[in-house]
């Protein structure tokens, strides 16, 4: 598995802003157009952007620090990046295989009265699920055992919110006499973080920092839903500044954009804080 962090030739102090000109200046060095006689030169650049793509979008780079996904190996995955309405990607029990084995005996004493069959939309199925709060930010995968025996692997898409139900069609209890199954409801649980908190698709946090630090200014690393980041705190920061990481919020799954990450600097030394520094 590649180092994203090797191929762009950064440490792993790299702050956004040095990430992307760290890649501009590989994709003018790496271009194919401006390597002709490289027969390696368009792989090198592909490395290049898939190494760009993974530090600079919080999925991506949350689950490939957590080792659950390499681009290079893998491709995407609705957790990162795929469609948000491919929620069950593997079926270890389909759901029409289930109404002989589990009601077969109910089903054939309700045709035996009378000798007709009788036709009953099969039942929704209510479950349970808890995630963290950067899984539910960045999506995840997880294996679900149904009431009624099997199981599925279900794809948590990225920005689920606390409450929120995941539908799956046929995945219900079964019908009776031919009739479809019900649909299985998940409701998401989200864990709070210790750090981090959302504010629609803006991800918050407070950062105690030494007076000291704010006036002479530091480089200082964060919790973000793709990991730590370090972030520069510039000289002369003011108690309540608010810097803000572009990109690094969480996925809208309707539109497609990502909102931001807030980081409010807040004096270690309980000095108050005014909430009119706070966007």
Not at 81 to 99: A, C, T, Y
Not at 269 to 279: I, K, M
Request: charged share 30%.
């Amino acid at each position: 598995m590649r180092d994203p962090y090797n191929v762009l030739g950064i440490s792993r102090d790299a702050t956004l802003d040095e990430i992307k000109r760290a890649f501009r200046t590989r994709a003018k060095e790496l271009h194919p157009d401006a390597n002709p006689d490289d027969e390696n030169a368009a792989e090198r650049f592909k490395d290049a952007s898939a190494a760009y793509e993974i530090l600079t979008d919080p999925e991506k780079r949350a689950h490939y620090m957590r080792g659950d996904w390499d681009p290079w190996r893998d491709g995407d995955w609705g957790g990162a990046g795929g469609r948000s309405d491919d929620i069950v990607f593997d079926k270890e029990f389909g759901p029409g295989d289930r109404e002989a084995d589990l009601f077969g005996d109910i089903a054939g004493n309700r045709r035996g009265r009378g000798g007709t069959s009788m036709i009953i939309q099969g039942e929704n199925m209510a479950e349970d699920l808890t995630v963290t709060f950067i899984e539910a930010a960045v999506g995840v995968r997880r294996r679900i055992e149904l009431m009624t025996g099997p199981a599925i692997k279900l794809n948590v898409p990225p920005g689920i919110a606390d409450g929120e139900v995941l539908r799956v069609p046929g995945y219900g209890f079964p019908g009776l006499g031919g009739a479809p199954p019900g649909d299985l409801n998940i409701t998401v649980a989200v864990t709070p973080h210790e750090v981090l908190s959302r504010d629609t698709f803006d991800v918050r946090m407070d950062l105690e920092i030494a007076v000291d630090r704010l006036r002479d200014g530091d480089r200082i690393r964060v919790p973000t839903i793709g990991g730590e980041m370090a972030v520069e705190i510039p000289a002369g920061a003011e108690p309540g500044q608010v810097l803000r990481l572009r990109g690094m919020g969480i996925r809208d799954r309707v539109s497609g954009g990502r909102g931001d990450q807030y980081v409010r600097l807040v004096p270690a030394d309980g000095s108050p804080v005014a909430d009119s520094a706070n966007p």
